[in-house]
């Protein structure tokens, strides 16, 4: 009776200590990070006049990224094309503290994350200005793209990264039922990562977290339409480095044009590259001369799919969050809408108030909810796609204004756009468009819209709304591509555990997830004896050299003993197995002797 008192009081104290040590704060450093020059506060008179005029021909800047603000054509300064020759430097220096950062311990690179977490939470404003200033998007659309990815991203590798790198153990087979089994996940070394304009904080983050959290340097060429808040983003990694004990040339953030690209290419071990299939494919022929392994994320034209039986106004919501977040600059950004007969109407009528109602404007100046768009010249793009559609008989639904902005737009916008009358005959539908455009098909069966939404050349993500969850998922899982949302927009990326990619023109190989985190390692299988040293490996005496005359026909035997399929053969198999061991010693020995 009193031990069972003893044994509640003590489970009970127990439970009452976890949670009191649940309320006592994580003890995480904090870092500082020199912010002065990023932040917008009239002391940079220089910087407000400057309006930007793009230089036609790269030939005559071909030494400098010029960078700008696209919603307001400020100027923001310029940084080095790295020559191939700096490019190597940038990647021995990695290389070198890479040595020391592989014998780190997960407890310090843990820590290194919750310093990471705890200055994006604490700084969520200033990172989100300055993807803002450097991009066009909107504070709403930074937050979403660049801070949540990222905090959970960090979330999940503090939770279960450690899981998914220890050694893993795996059956042996029987033939080597004596030996233990196991995968090993070793660091690559440096890896290089080349990545897209779209998300500069997250796109940065993303490749390094994973990668470094495994052990490795790298290597991070941002793109020439936002290196500006690259290499401020870059400091907030070198402070936290710093703060761990870590080398801190663990992690570069490099600038430049192709060539600075394809250096680096040829110098790391892994190259991971987010961008267009054209520039994919140049990359993988680069690796390929040193054998480099790529993982090639190459953009998308991802279905909406819409059922007949959906609630038109909630689904309506989502897919124009789902086409203007970050102006429509999404990888996975939904790009072809696919809408039941029956609702196409409702839907297009719901989808038509709401983009009316969008104020598209420069975001740090006022309150917009859609802002401009990111590279130069992608404006005259997105033009001639509406152009060709309406050319070949498409029409114009409803067209988004420019706020206040009136005749005096002086950034890169293109106002939000829904279109119908729309087929794979036009532009708009085939090629990856990276805008604020909405086509709308109308489709009468699943069948058929199975059929047209898996006619793309590309193949990332899509999503399917319907009533019936069971319905909306035979839809997606009949779609050829990487990624599926189930009554949802991109809620995969937001689960970190997912692997991410795509196919056909989309690329292959995965970043994120358990996919993502094991793609930044060197994989090893390793095998040992199980009972060693008791029972240690030897080769049947039939089998040692010379080999004995009955050589084959004890292999034949053993075969049998081992894959037999009834266990009528497997016996029999191993009589004669124990038959020929125990006969090896004359009828070896005598046989040999001619
Ligand atoms: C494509 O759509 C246009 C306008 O609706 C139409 O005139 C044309 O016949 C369609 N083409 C095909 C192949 O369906
Ligand atoms: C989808 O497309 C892939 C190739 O792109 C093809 O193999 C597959 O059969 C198609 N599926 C359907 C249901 O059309």
């Given at each position: ?5 003893l044994l509640l009081v003590l489970g009970v104290s127990f439970a009452l200590c976890r949670f009191l040590l649940m309320l006592i704060p994580p003890n995480v450093p ?97 990172i989100c200005e300055t993807s803002s200033r450097d991009t066009g998007k909107t504070m709403v659309d930074a937050s979403l793209g660049e801070i949540m990815t990222t ?209 598209v404007g420069p975001p740090l100046t006022g309150r917009h909810d859609m802002g401009a768009i990111c590279m130069p010249e992608h404006t005259d793009r997105l033009q ?211």
């Amino acid at each position: 009776m009193e031990l069972w008192w003893l044994l509640l009081v003590l489970g009970v104290s127990f439970a009452l200590c976890r949670f009191l040590l649940m309320l006592i704060p994580p003890n995480v450093p904090s870092i500082y990070v020199d912010a002065s020059d990023v932040l917008d506060d009239g002391n940079h008179p220089m910087e407000d006049t400057f309006i930007y005029i793009p230089s036609k021909g790269k030939a005559a800047q071909a030494d400098k990224v010029q960078c700008y603000e696209p919603a307001t054509m400020k100027y923001l300064g310029y940084f080095p094309a790295l020559t191939a020759e700096e490019v190597k430097e940038h990647v021995d220096q990695a290389r070198k503290a890479q040595k020391v950062w592989a014998k780190s311990s997960f407890k310090q690179r843990r820590l290194f994350l919750r310093i990471l977490l705890k200055y994006i939470i604490e700084h969520q404003e200033l990172i989100c200005e300055t993807s803002s200033r450097d991009t066009g998007k909107t504070m709403v659309d930074a937050s979403l793209g660049e801070i949540m990815t990222t905090c959970e991203k960090i979330t999940w590798l503090l939770a279960e990264g450690e899981r998914w790198l220890k050694p893993e153990y795996r059956s042996s087979g029987r033939s080597m039922l004596h030996k233990v089994s196991r995968v090993e996940f070793h660091p690559l070394g440096v890896v290089g990562a080349i990545v897209s304009w779209n998300y500069p904080f997250h796109n940065i983050f993303n490749p390094m977290l994973a990668a470094v959290f495994a052990g490795n340097g790298i290597v991070i060429k941002v793109s020439e339409h936002a290196s500006w808040s690259g290499c401020f983003y870059l400091r907030i990694i070198q402070a936290a480095l710093t703060a761990v004990g870590a080398p801190e040339h663990l992690v570069h953030v490099i600038t430049g044009f192709s060539e600075t690209g394809e250096a680096l290419v040829s110098s790391v071990d892994k190259v991971i590259f987010v961008g267009s299939p054209g520039v994919g494919k140049m990359i993988m022929k680069n690796a390929a001369n040193n054998l480099t392994p790529v993982t090639l994320e190459l953009g998308g034209k991802d279905a909406f799919i819409v059922c007949d039986d959906v609630d038109v106004p909630h689904v309506a919501q989502i897919a124009v969050r789902a086409a203007l977040q970050s102006s429509g600059q999404n990888c996975a950004g939904a790009e072809r809408f696919y809408v039941h007969e029956n609702v196409y109407s409702d839907f297009v009528a719901q989808v038509a108030k709401i983009v009316k109602s969008v104020r598209v404007g420069p975001p740090l100046t006022g309150r917009h909810d859609m802002g401009a768009i990111c590279m130069p010249e992608h404006t005259d793009r997105l033009q001639s796609l509406v152009k060709d559609a309406l050319d070949k008989g498409a029409e114009i639904v409803v067209r988004g204004n420019f706020g206040n902005l009136g005749e005096e737009v002086v950034g890169q916008f293109f106002p939000p756009t829904v279109m119908i009358n729309v087929n794979d005959t036009m532009k708009l539908m085939q090629e990856e468009t990276f805008g604020p455009i909405i086509p709308v098909v109308k489709f009468s069966s699943d069948e058929e819209v199975i059929t047209m939404a898996n006619d793309s050349n590309f193949g990332l993500g899509c999503a399917v709304f319907s009533g019936s969850q069971r319905r909306a998922r035979a839809i997606g899982s009949q779609l050829h591509c990487g990624v599926a949302a189930i009554n949802d927009f991109a809620s995969n990326y937001m689960c970190q555990s997912l692997p991410f990619g795509g196919v056909k023109d989309s690329g292959f190989g995965r970043f994120a997830g358990v996919e993502g985190l094991r793609a930044c390692c060197l994989v090893k299988s390793v095998v040992e004896d199980r009972f060693w040293p008791f029972i240690k490996t030897v080769i049947p005496k039939p089998l040692q050299y010379p080999v004995a005359e009955n050589g084959f026909e004890f292999q034949e035997s053993l075969v049998g003993a081992l894959y037999g399929l009834s266990i009528w053969d497997r016996l029999h198999g191993i009589i004669n197995t124990l038959k020929l061991l125990s006969d090896q010693n004359t009828a070896g020995a005598a046989g040999r002797g001619h």
